[in-house]
């Protein structure tokens, strides 16, 4: 057979879809807009990376503090102050900046047009929305500068993101502050993403796969939309002379029609999806809709494949089917399908994913071809499997209700379709318990205890050295929603001026702060105590001896040589006992209460501030911000959790969530899209059945009973297949295997309810369709 004729036929299939009159163009906006569904998707998927990229690009180009331990650069005209003033405002990041131009050259940063003066500032237009409604009440309080503007897209790495620069002034004297730096430009000309550990790299790689998979099952579904109308107008086209062969060409030509019209939805579908995408913030993450740019490469492969799939689907299900002029020959007894082949498709997925059984970190990166193909066999397993399992599964049911044997006798003569309908959300599920169990997995590894008592303190501010603390610490007492303060004042002890060779930490308090961090057998102000053989503290007992002068230690908190401050320890020091602190480690040193402070001592600490809060309370850490802030601009306050986890792994479960939400969405659409063109194919028997007296309401228990059996098979496989890739993952990475069956219980049942919605949107079409007037026929 030459290409000519290929084209020919699958041309006339084309033309027989456009002058097919109502009825061909139903059939090729309902395949249209299910192939588009899942093209626009696999099209926001593989922005994904370039999204990624822009935000790293538009972050690493507006760098300004680098925490470098150099010496800060020289004042010339074109150097600027930046101070890092950033905040949070409930569970979200506010990026702040205080900027001193110091010449007329000073560098502007990405996204403003010229320097706010002192008492300005310059926000982004999410944190201008924010500020102006009741919900970022307590956050204007914070930041009371006047807005004189916004900052331009260049300058944010988010549409929502919450950012501002304002103007500052004196922060010259503050350069010993790592928060404050002197620069000359914005930008990091060394930035480079660190790569990820293996184990990272494996979760990126699975995510990809697994959000992937599903998208493409559901166009392979799509473009078998109105199958059993297909195949009559088939058999007519066999009764004017077409043989078999040129039969199933032409069926491939009207599914390549639809295919794509599907790829024109799916740029559409793209184009809107981008722009919401870009309005919106979901898990903290948000982008602008320049971002999202498909890779050129991956959406010439998806303009190609969508199609190429279309006819070989179409080609591939007809080839059971014995068409004929009079009529579409299907058996009330098809042939059974065979199991072993199916198996085959797994099992070559563990073959491929055994080599790498416990090769974990310390063995490089695992191979992404074979982690990729034996991920994507055992995920099409479960697509090869459903409907030889459905298929056993009911030619056993047995008698039931009349809705219960409508739902039975619909799914023994069809269950291929019912099957079909439900492979998308068991890939989705399958792959979704596997990663869900691989992150359970290995959360250990990058998670940390922060050390921190919270159940002492939820909160810490830190005060910047000219602050007094017990200024501070008074204002903080007085704020609402704060039930307990403890203040301190730090600072390092020396034995000589410059360069000392033996340190102690130093901590001044009063008696009751300085009881939440060691054992005192009494105490009054003016009493001192040196705390000997604290954990990682090996230099307080050399130093403790009475009469011994020691100096604050500049090279410690960058107090000028000028202002070395030498201290005497007393001869009435006692000892105290070792407690663990709050923060999670025993104090060593010299604890001293305030009138045991050499006179002037004080401006050369930092001060800590360490809060206990109403947790009744909502707002009680908002004010303690606003508190800090009024303090001083540089003060920085913190809120206390028991853990903290890796900013990458954190990322890499976001970006899974974001993911599975818009899966998810496709998920309901596409069923939604499929059972609408199964009820619009058997309008006239519904109607049928209403007319010799069957209940609607059987008749809609009947379409319930006919999507929850193959779906509950379909959740039962994808629950083993997940679990055994699961298992498998954990192995490859070194971790014990443990099943999570919460997330088992959780993905299966956000499916099973993503059905159900599918069945009640469904409903109202089903009563219209039952109407007497589908009889009607020409």
């Known amino acids: 057979m030459n290409a000519r004729q290929w084209y020919r036929d699958l041309l006339m299939g084309v033309r027989f879809t456009v002058t097919g009159g109502r009825e061909g163009w139903t059939r090729a906006v309902l395949t249209g807009v299910g192939v588009g569904l899942g093209v626009a998707l696999l099209l926001l998927t593989t922005a994904i990376p370039s999204a990624l990229d822009a935000r790293h690009a538009r972050e690493a180009a507006r760098t300004d503090i680098t925490f470098s331990a150099s010496a800060p650069m020289p004042r010339a005209d074109d150097t600027l102050i930046a101070a890092d003033v950033d905040t949070e405002y409930g569970d979200r990041t506010v990026r702040g900046r205080e900027l001193e131009p110091e010449g007329p050259r000073a560098p502007l940063p990405p996204g403003v047009a010229e320097f706010p003066a002192p008492g300005e500032m310059v926000v982004s237009p999410a944190l201008k929305e924010l500020l102006a409604s009741d919900a970022g009440k307590l956050l204007r309080e914070r930041l009371p500068d006047r807005i004189t503007g916004t900052i331009g897209e260049s300058g944010l790495v988010g549409s929502a993101e919450l950012a501002f620069f304002r103007g500052g002034d004196g922060l010259a004297a503050h350069l010993g502050d790592q928060r404050v730096q002197r620069i000359d430009h914005f930008g990091d000309r060394d930035s480079a993403a660190e790569p990820l550990d293996p184990v990272l790299l494996l979760l990126v790689l699975v995510v990809f796969v697994v959000l992937l998979m599903p998208v493409a099952v559901f166009i392979a579904a799509a473009v078998r939309f109105g199958g059993e109308r297909r195949d009559r107008r088939l058999a007519a086209l066999r009764l004017v002379g077409s043989d078999s062969l040129m039969t199933r060409r032409i069926a491939a030509g009207e599914a390549l029609a639809g295919a794509v019209l599907g790829l024109l939805f799916g740029a559409g579908f793209f184009l809107i999806g981008r722009q919401l995408v870009g309005g919106a913030e979901v898990y903290g993450i948000s982008v602008f809709p320049s971002y999202l740019d498909p890779s050129p490469v991956l959406a010439l492969l998806v303009t190609v494949a969508v199609p190429l799939a279309a006819v070989l689907v179409t080609l591939f299900t007809l080839r059971g089917v014995v068409i004929e002029p009079l009529g579409v020959v299907r058996t009330a007894r098809p042939a059974r399908r065979r199991l072993w082949w199916r198996l085959l498709l797994p099992l070559a997925g563990l073959a491929m994913l055994y080599p790498m059984m416990g090769q974990g970190r310390d063995h490089g990166n695992f191979n992404q071809y074979l982690v990729t193909g034996g991920v994507v066999l055992l995920l099409i397993g479960v697509t090869a499997l459903l409907p030889w399992l459905v298929e056993r599964v009911v030619a056993r049911l047995g008698a039931g209700g009349v809705s219960w044997q409508l739902a039975v006798r619909r799914l023994q003569l069809s269950s291929g379709t019912a099957a079909r309908m439900v492979n998308g959300i068991a890939v989705a599920v399958a792959g979704a318990i596997a990663l869900q169990m691989l992150f359970a997995g290995v959360e250990s590894d990058y998670t940390r205890s922060t050390g921190q008592d919270t159940t002492r303190a939820q909160m810490q501010v830190s005060v910047p050295q000219e602050v007094p603390v017990a200024g501070a610490a008074a204002e903080f007492a007085a704020t609402r929603g704060v039930r307990g303060v403890a203040a301190y004042a730090e600072g390092y002890l020396g034995d000589r001026r410059a360069d000392p060779g033996t340190t102690a930490q130093l901590t001044v308090g009063d008696c009751a702060a300085l009881r939440e961090i060691a054992r005192l057998p009494s105490c009054r102000d003016g009493d001192a105590f040196a705390v000997r053989d604290a954990e990682w503290d090996t230099d307080t007992r050399k130093l403790a001896a009475p009469g011994r002068t020691l100096y604050l230690d500049p090279s410690w908190e960058g107090v000028p040589r000028s202002k070395e401050i030498p201290w005497k320890v007393p001869s009435g020091l006692r000892a105290a006992g070792t407690r663990m602190g709050m923060t999670g480690s025993e104090q060593g040193g010299f604890l001293l209460t305030p009138k045991a402070l050499t006179a002037g001592a004080a401006p050369a600490l930092t001060g800590q501030v360490y809060l206990r809060l109403d947790q009744g309370d909502p ?120 099943i999570d069956w919460s997330s088992v219980l959780s993905m299966t049942g956000v499916a099973a309810a993503v059905v159900l919605a599918v069945t009640l949107l469904s409903l109202p079409p089903l009563l219209r369709l039952m109407r007497p007037e589908g009889l009607r026929t020409e």
């Open 619 to 738: 707002d009680a850490m908002e004010r303690v911000r606003n508190t800090a802030a009024a303090v001083h601009p540089l003060a920085t306050a913190m809120t206390w959790s028991d853990t903290e986890r890796s900013d990458r792994f954190t990322a890499i479960r976001t970006g899974l969530f974001v993911g599975a939400a818009c899966v998810l969405a496709l998920i309901g659409a596409s069923l939604l899209v499929s059972q609408l063109e199964q009820l619009r194919e058997r309008k006239k028997l519904l109607s049928a059945l209403v007319a010799f007296g069957t209940r609607r309401r059987t008749l809609g228990l009947s379409v319930l009973w006919q999507t929850a059996v193959p779906i509950a098979l379909g959740l039962l496989l994808a629950s083993t297949v997940g679990l055994t890739l699961g298992a498998v993952l954990l192995r490859m990475t070194g971790t014990p295997v443990r």
